[in-house]
């Protein structure tokens, strides 16, 4: 009973009410026996023998239920199961307290001469129900041996002492029915299985039996997320787990028995790099398109007692996700740094252009400021006019720079595009700069309909016309025009009359803040790099045909509308 009790107070665990039940029966069986002992005649005795049937029945399907809970077969203890373990114990109860009518428990008993033990000759089914008891204890024991054979450590001392424990029991009753028993007609069976509660609450406490539950190796592989393969000598597969059909898009059905090679041809080259080393990882990729995965594959040789390779164990953990992390990891450093280095040449060529218009402004400025009043009204007309011009510029930068800050981050919607109207807005906010360079602008009568967002496209045709009229002949002659591709996409393009640009200079045009000193050194080095982002964000390209002496064409293409 004390077993029992201390049993029922620890922590709900696997199996945990279990022990309880063979506390119950070992106290149960020892009382009654105890009590048909001490009895003075014999149809009391009889009661108090049938009264231990309850705890002889129930105490070898306890055992059995316990040790499949404790081995991690419990999936075994469907309520069908329990009822046909049932069946036997309840009619040899049945019999138990009917045997007067039919004897088949045990014949007529008599008292012991010498004692007040009960000699009870035994029936048929008194055998019957002994059968069937051993054998449920030999399946049990049978399943607590081979534990103790494949477990270790923890494991191993938890399995030695349920077996000893379980042994116990056994060994009373074997005593007893063999005729070896030293006292005659006395009944070790309970005694000894009090013993064996005892030994299986001190497992409990010392072992922590029912808290530390074994777990199959099975079980574990079988849920793993990792991929499991395993190969014999000849590299065919012999075993794989569900993460590992998963993996390799075969069913274990299917895979099982064929060469691995035949599944995964990429095995030889792995095992050719690596032979046969203990612990060796390599990344794979299987599959293709969108169900491409990347693989961690770690190969470990097993061997028998002489080295020999009998099997090989690889595991496979997608680091698919871990890889895409790192590409983006490594992508936002790549930005991250292309960045920086724009923000420094951004703040290089801020200060350089900014410097000349400003340096022009406050100087004339100064000038005005001191001799206005004496000054002739032909040279007063031409500072302001510089003084206007260099403004436009700063203005013209600044508005370059906003725009540069402020295409990454916008998301726009692309629209049918009236380019005439664009064009003549973007020669309009360029008027200064042409009559300035007298320069020829000859558009195209009509233009092919393309999609883009205006604001953005507008600054795109004043960037290109401003490198055009600057960079041009003198004077100054451009040439707009467009084409639509066979692509579908429309080719917008600039030609001007300039010197033309070498193909070293091509390749730096539309590079953010660059400047060609040879043929640029008055430009502020913004503009074709905002032009290159706009028509990159709206699905676009730029380009430029240049050769020396011929000019340049400057284009970017435009998705074209589908009619």
Do not use: C
Not at 67 to 84: A, F, H, I, P
Not at 94 to 113: M, S
Not at 206 to 233: C, H, Q, T, Y
């Amino acid at each position: 009973m004390a077993s029992a009790f201390y049993v029922r107070l620890r922590r709900p665990v696997p199996g945990g009410k279990t022990p309880v039940l063979i506390a119950l029966a070992g106290a149960e069986w020892l009382l009654g026996y105890a009590l048909e002992v001490g009895s003075a005649d014999v149809s009391t005795k009889i009661i108090w023998n049938s009264v231990q049937y309850v705890g002889i029945v129930v105490a070898p399907t306890a055992w059995l239920v316990f040790v499949l809970q404790y081995t991690g077969r419990e999936e075994w203890l469907k309520r069908r199961t329990l009822v046909l373990l049932s069946i036997v114990p309840f009619i040899t109860l049945l019999l138990v307290f009917t045997n007067e009518t039919h004897g088949l428990i045990w014949e007529r008993a008599v008292p012991d001469a010498d004692g007040p033990l009960l000699i009870r000759p035994h029936g048929v089914g008194f055998w019957i129900h002994t059968a069937y008891s051993y054998t449920l204890v030999l399946i049990a024991a049978f399943f607590l041996i081979e534990m103790l054979i494949r477990s270790r450590h923890l494991y191993r001392r938890q399995a030695t002492a349920l077996l000893f424990a379980f042994s116990l029991s056994l060994l009373g009753n074997v005593v007893m029915l063999s005729g070896l028993n030293p006292f005659p007609y006395l009944d070790l069976t309970p005694l000894m299985f009090t013993m064996s509660s005892l030994a299986l609450t001190w497992s409990l406490y010392r072992f922590r039996v029912g808290d530390i539950v074994p777990v199959a190796s099975e079980v574990v592989i079988e849920s793993i997320s990792d991929g499991v393969v395993v190969l014999d000598e000849q590299d065919r597969i012999v075993d794989l787990n569900p993460a590992g059909q998963r993996m390799l898009d075969y069913t274990a059905s299917g895979a099982i028995g064929r060469l691995v090679e035949r599944i995964w041809p990429d095995w030889s080259d792995l095992i050719g790099s690596y032979g046969d080393w203990a612990g060796t990882s390599e990344e794979v990729v299987l599959g293709k398109g969108g169900a491409r995965r990347v693989y961690d594959v770690r190969l470990s040789p097993i061997s028998d007692w002489r080295g020999r390779l009998t099997s090989r164990v690889v595991v496979l953990r997608d680091i698919t996700e871990r890889k895409r992390a790192e590409e983006a990891l490594r992508q936002r450093t790549a930005e991250l740094q292309a960045r920086n280095e724009e923000l420094d040449a951004f703040a290089h060529t801020v200060a350089h252009d900014l410097q000349n218009p400003l340096g022009l402004v406050i100087g004339f400025a100064e000038a005005l400021e001191q001799d206005h009043a004496t000054m002739p009204d032909d040279e007063l007309s031409r500072y302001l006019h510089t003084i206007a011009r260099s403004v436009r510029r700063v203005s013209s930068i600044v508005d370059e720079l906003l725009l540069l800050s402020e295409v990454p981050k916008m998301e726009v919607q692309a629209r049918p595009l009236d380019m005439a109207r664009i064009v003549a807005e973007a020669q309009r906010r360029l008027t200064h700069m042409i009559e300035e360079y007298q320069a020829e602008i000859i558009s195209p009568e009509t233009w092919p309909v393309a999609l883009g967002y205006g604001p953005w496209v507008e600054g795109v045709w004043v960037n290109y016309l401003n490198n055009a009229i600057k960079y041009g002949g003198q004077p100054p002659r451009v040439e707009l025009g467009a084409t639509v591709q066979a692509d579908g996409m429309v080719r917008f393009w600039v030609r001007d009359n300039g010197p033309g640009l070498t193909p070293e200079g091509q390749a730096l045009l539309f590079t953010p803040f660059t400047r060609l000193d040879q043929v640029r050194t008055k430009g502020h080095g913004l503009g074709l790099s905002i032009a290159r982002r706009i028509v990159e964000k709206l699905d676009g390209q730029v380009g430029v045909e240049s050769e020396v002496g011929r000019g340049s064409t400057f284009s970017f293409t435009l998705p074209g509308v589908v009619t």
